[in-house]
């Protein structure tokens, strides 16, 4: 019987690999997001030459021009040569303007608005963002309301003073930093490569995108693709940071999937977790995390915003916040500023972020082939990412002689501290005494990050 098992194990390990080059492959060689002039249908015959809607002004990166382009946009390379000039950003026009929904599908969209609701307070999905963002939901398709009138409506206040500009999410990253422990990072830095493989799932997105936009009816260009991608990384914030800035349309079922999925974790990534790890990698103990000094944990978050500024100065928004966040915190000096962030600050501006998010919630923009692709692609960049740290954790026992648990590569999403504590209840089902929790939050944390980096190059690719 256990033979059998490992043998199927082997079959779908096997069959992942395949489908994962095909979609290389198949997105190595299409150009399907280059504007062109061909008034072609995207086919697996045309996709090198067929025009996406939306993505005429789009730049073609190739891979050579990729790496130019990150280059040019370090902060090494501005210091040294003068800072670069911001262009101007890619304008896609908001293909929504002008839509107006039936009363039918309001309505509609009220019922998932109180669905929503119900997953928050009644099931227990992510309450503290659910049950506002469903509220939104309700609030903005109530016909005559007016809740989302230019000027007034209290909904259109709320999103355009802090949720499509990067105000709201910046907040909410100053008040993650000041309630993160970078300590376990710092006691084993290797577990970062975790947090690092686990962004293979924000990445492969962008190969299921091109192959989505043979379906019919669903068109993706590479910013939306981007926007989407970043649910890999199962940060709502950051979702809600690239999607503002690449695809503001887009931004409701992006936010709602991101957030939907966070709260799924410990049911979406424990199949993948055995699946791809044998009974005796789940028993694997790790050894106690040495102690992490005060002296340590104060520096971290300085030597990281001034590698971000080095390196990737279009994450140095977003990893600029969560290391003055926890700056604060470690530095001891001002309790009650990092109380505040961590606290009363970071509820309030959840709450204005999650209504904001619902207020975008409307018929044109949800009930439609492309949102139904977002939901899909969203739950494929996940499960990627579960795996992807899975494996980079076995591949690093090849050389280790201290073994690593493969179970907490799942971590490295930045579902912070859920993944991390999803991590040790699969590893206690097989051993109770086999505590990973704290080995977890390094991988853990160091997803926060990686997602970050990984908004930050989509920015600096296609944001300017």
Avoid at 249 to 270: D, F, G, K, T
Avoid at 320 to 340: E, H, I, P, S, W
Avoid at 395 to 422: D, E, H, Y
């Amino acid at each position: 019987m256990l033979n059998k098992t490992n043998a199927m194990k082997q079959q779908v390990l096997k069959a992942m690999t395949v489908i994962l080059g095909v979609a290389l492959v198949l997105s190595m060689v299409s150009t399907a997001f280059a504007a062109n002039d061909n008034e072609e249908v995207a086919s697996f015959r045309t996709m090198g030459t067929a025009i996406i809607k939306g993505s005429e002004n789009v730049p073609f990166i190739d891979p050579l021009s990729f790496i130019q382009n990150i280059w040019k946009n370090t902060g090494i390379n501005q210091m040294i040569n003068g800072e670069i000039p911001a262009p101007a950003h890619v304008q896609v026009a908001d293909p929504f303007a002008g839509i107006v929904a039936p009363g039918w599908q309001k309505l509609l969209m009220m019922a998932v608005g109180f669905l929503i609701v119900y997953m928050g307070a009644f099931k227990g999905f992510e309450p503290l963002l659910l049950i506002p963002i469903g509220f939104g939901t309700i609030l903005v398709n109530v016909p005559g309301a007016g809740m989302f009138n230019e000027g007034s409506g209290m909904l259109r206040i709320i999103y355009d003073a802090g949720v499509g500009n990067e105000f709201f999410p910046m907040l909410i990253f100053m008040g993650i930093g000041a309630m993160t422990d970078f300590g376990p990072l710092i006691a084993n830095p290797k577990t970062a490569l975790l947090g690092g493989a686990a962004q293979l799932g924000v990445f492969f997105t962008l190969f299921g995108v091109a192959l989505m936009n043979l379906i019919p009816g669903i068109d993706y260009n590479m910013l939306e693709a981007s926007a989407i991608g970043i649910i890999g990384g199962a940060d709502g914030p950051t979702s809600i940071y690239v999607a503002g800035k690449l695809a503001p349309h887009m931004m409701a079922v992006i936010a709602v999937a991101a957030y939907s999925y966070m709260a799924l974790v410990p049911m979406i990534q424990p199949p993948i977790m055995k699946l791809f790890t044998t009974e005796k990698e789940r028993k694997i103990k790790m050894e106690q995390l040495r102690y992490v000094s005060k002296t340590e944990k104060i520096l971290f978050p300085l030597v990281l915003i001034v590698l971000t500024i080095l390196l990737l100065p279009a994450a140095a928004p977003l990893i600029g916040m969560l290391a003055f966040g926890n700056f604060v915190k470690q530095c001891g000096v001002v309790d009650r500023l990092a109380k505040t962030m961590e606290n009363e600050l970071l509820n309030i501006v959840s709450i204005l972020l999650s209504l904001g998010v619902g207020s975008q919630m409307t018929p044109e923009k949800i009930i439609n082939a492309n949102s139904l692709g977002i939901i899909a692609l969203g739950l494929l960049a996940f499960a990627v990412a579960t795996m992807g740290g899975v494996l980079m954790a076995k591949f690093m026992n090849l050389f280790l002689k201290q073994k690593i648990n493969p179970l907490i590569g799942s971590a490295g999403v930045s579902a912070v501290p859920m993944a991390a504590r999803v991590s040790n209840k699969v590893g206690m089902e097989y051993d109770p005494s086999n505590f990973l929790l704290m080995h977890a939050m390094g991988p853990n944390v160091s997803g926060v990050i990686g997602t970050a980096i990984a908004a930050g190059v989509f920015i600096a690719t296609y944001a300017g």
